[in-house]
């Protein structure tokens, strides 16, 4: 079997101006140094064009399902592409939860952004009650069926499994509950896709330099998104390393 994509993405939610931008190239000076994985960060659209010329990929955060048209404020996956963007984050919890965004909008984003020449990172994770309720499984089963369309291969997507209660938050599941779920995702994926038990599944929720290298050394964790820990390259260099490393 070919080896699966090693990501390190951070995303920098809405922080970062122009100020911000001698981190990002402190990172991709570090990425320069390391073989092996693909760094990328996920910017606020106003830094895309301002960011490019670095050893980092840049993407995007989200994008609009239409190529173009009358959608004030928003942005099309074409536009993020033009702006040197090679991937884009899709329906992360904070979209799904401040836009309410559905599985079936995630989806039809996902073939926007593949029609743009973007590689989609599409986010999925369940809820601290969900959890609570033993239906992690059932949550990501119904995410993953709804918001991956026909025709996801290891080049065009990259899965993200963040428990919504794990982001921003410093409180992580244990390393055997993150790969025990990651394993079970790859079996979904392998199930769904022809391709599925080739794509890279990330980790994403509280990923920081201290326990970088535990999670990242889980069968089946492929890398990480990173939030909090992404914006600072004293943070974030760490544990592209980490990465490299495992
Ligand atoms: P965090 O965010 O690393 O700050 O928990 C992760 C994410 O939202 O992708």
């Not at 979209?95 to 909008?105: A, I, L, P, W």
């Not at 119904?142 to 921003?168: C, F």
């Not at 025990?180 to 769904?192: C, F, G, I, P, Y």
């Not at 920081?208 to 069968?219: D, R, T, V, Y």
């Amino acid at each position: 079997m070919t080896q699966r994509r090693k990501i390190a993405a951070g995303n920098w939610k809405m922080f970062g101006t122009s100020g911000d931008l001698p981190e990002l190239v402190a990172i991709g000076q570090a990425a320069a140094g390391l073989s092996g994985i693909e760094t990328v960060l996920g910017l606020p659209a106003t830094l895309l064009t301002r960011a490019t010329g670095n050893r980092v990929s840049l993407g995007g955060q989200d994008c609009h399902a239409a190529a173009q048209g009358a959608h004030t404020g928003d942005t099309s996956a074409g536009m993020l592409a033009d702006a040197g963007a090679d991937f884009v984050i899709l329906g992360h919890s904070e979209r799904r939860s401040d836009h309410g965004e559905t599985d079936d909008q995630v989806a039809a984003k996902a073939q926007a952004a593949w029609a743009a020449g973007l590689t989609a990172i599409i986010c999925i994770g369940e809820t601290r009650a969900e959890y609570e309720e033993g239906r992690t499984l059932d949550v990501l089963r119904r995410q993953i069926a709804g918001s991956l369309p026909e025709g996801a291969t290891a080049q065009n997507t990259v899965l993200a499994y963040e428990p919504v209660w794990a982001i921003g938050t410093g409180l992580t599941p244990t390393a055997d509950e993150i790969q025990a779920v990651h394993a079970e995702v790859r079996a979904m994926l392998d199930a769904q896709l022809p391709e599925g038990a080739t794509l890279s599944v990330l980790y994403g929720g509280s990923v920081k330099p201290g326990n970088a290298a535990e999670i990242f050394g889980l069968a089946d964790v492929d890398g990480g998104l990173v939030g909090g820990a992404s914006l600072k390259a004293a943070d974030f260099v760490p544990i592209m390393e980490a990465l490299a490393q495992a």
